[in-house]
């Protein structure tokens, strides 16, 4: 393996902002590796939502950073203290102090994989973060029952793609939204028994669920969308369910009054984070052999994925943030 260079390529955020913020710069010094760390040379990058929101400053980094919370790669050095870890090694990772838009990375070693036979570089990238959201989420913050009613934004997204593969692998019966008339087919395909369009009043989805489900409504709400959609969550679920917001595309919820969830229904309110369930590197290894394992068995597909060059991430960025886009987004990297 080549020597590390000195400096590197990638995409250096100097001011939060909206897209243009995100420059291309060939002069980024390389990490340098602290205790517990290894550097990759990175491949292919995984693109997430949560990237839009450091770029902009709703999540705080100090400046300037390189954003970007995952990559599948190769590793180029390891600090002494690693030992599981050598340089050639194919590997996935998570990173929560992000770095991952550049040629290389440094990471801990409690949230690398080991790339098994027949995953790749790419496939890491295309699943780690989003296929342990979804994981977490319906093991975790809501365990999946194979009787309920799962009502999923954003169905044809990244995390939603996964989430209806892995529900309705369960058999739980999925009511996914989606955007446009497309997206609302690639839901189906997905796996959603219903899709409602998330362009619909608030008003109008809600007596859609209510129709579906015979009066019932949701014993699960998977929401990611945030701001825009916490309220019909409330009126979406059914008795005893739990809404789970776990995400802010449309902008954060703001404080909720507790009482709201008195009442009628008792509902319990999740907020959850990936990186708050995998903290304890034990379940960092359970969740993600148990991914690797719904990859190879074929519940997570990964049909649907679009690349971008890693120079072009501000594109990436605009398509995500315009709702245009399916599936995962990838930004390949420049070796
Ligand atoms: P998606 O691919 O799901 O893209 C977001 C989708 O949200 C859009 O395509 C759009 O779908 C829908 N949407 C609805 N309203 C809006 C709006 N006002 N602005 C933008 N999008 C809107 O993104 P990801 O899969 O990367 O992320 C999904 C969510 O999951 C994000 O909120 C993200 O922050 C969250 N997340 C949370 C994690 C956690 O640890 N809590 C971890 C990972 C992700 P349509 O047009 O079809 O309705």
Known sequence: MASVPKTMGGILIEQTGGSEVLQWKDD?????????QLLVKNEWVGVNYIDTYFRSGLYKAPLPFVT???????VAAVHDSVSGLKVGDKVGYLSQTRGAYAQ???????????LPEGVTTKTAAASLLQGLTALTLIKEAH???PTDWVFVTAAAGGVGTILCEMISSIG???????GTPEKMEQAKKNGANYVISSRESPEKIIEEVKRITGGHGADAVFDGIGKATFDMDLE???RKATVCTYGNASGAVPPVDVMRLAGS???KLMRPTLFAYLSDAEDFRKYSSELVDMLKRGIVKLENTSDYKLEDAKAAHDDLES?????????QVPQ
């Open 172 to 178: 739980a019966k999925i009511i996914g939204t989606a």
């Open 323 to 331: 709702r245009k886009t399916t599936g995962k987004l990838l930004l």
């Open 143 to 145: 365990y999946v029952k």
């Open 104 to 114: 290389y990375t440094a990471v801990a070693e409690e949230k690398v994989i080991i």
């Open 236 to 238: 979406i679920a059914a």
């Open 265 to 267: 229904k008792n509902l």
């Open 68 to 74: 970007g919370g995952e990559a599948g790669g190769v």
């Open 28 to 36: 980024i010094a390389v990490p340098e590796l602290k205790e517990g």
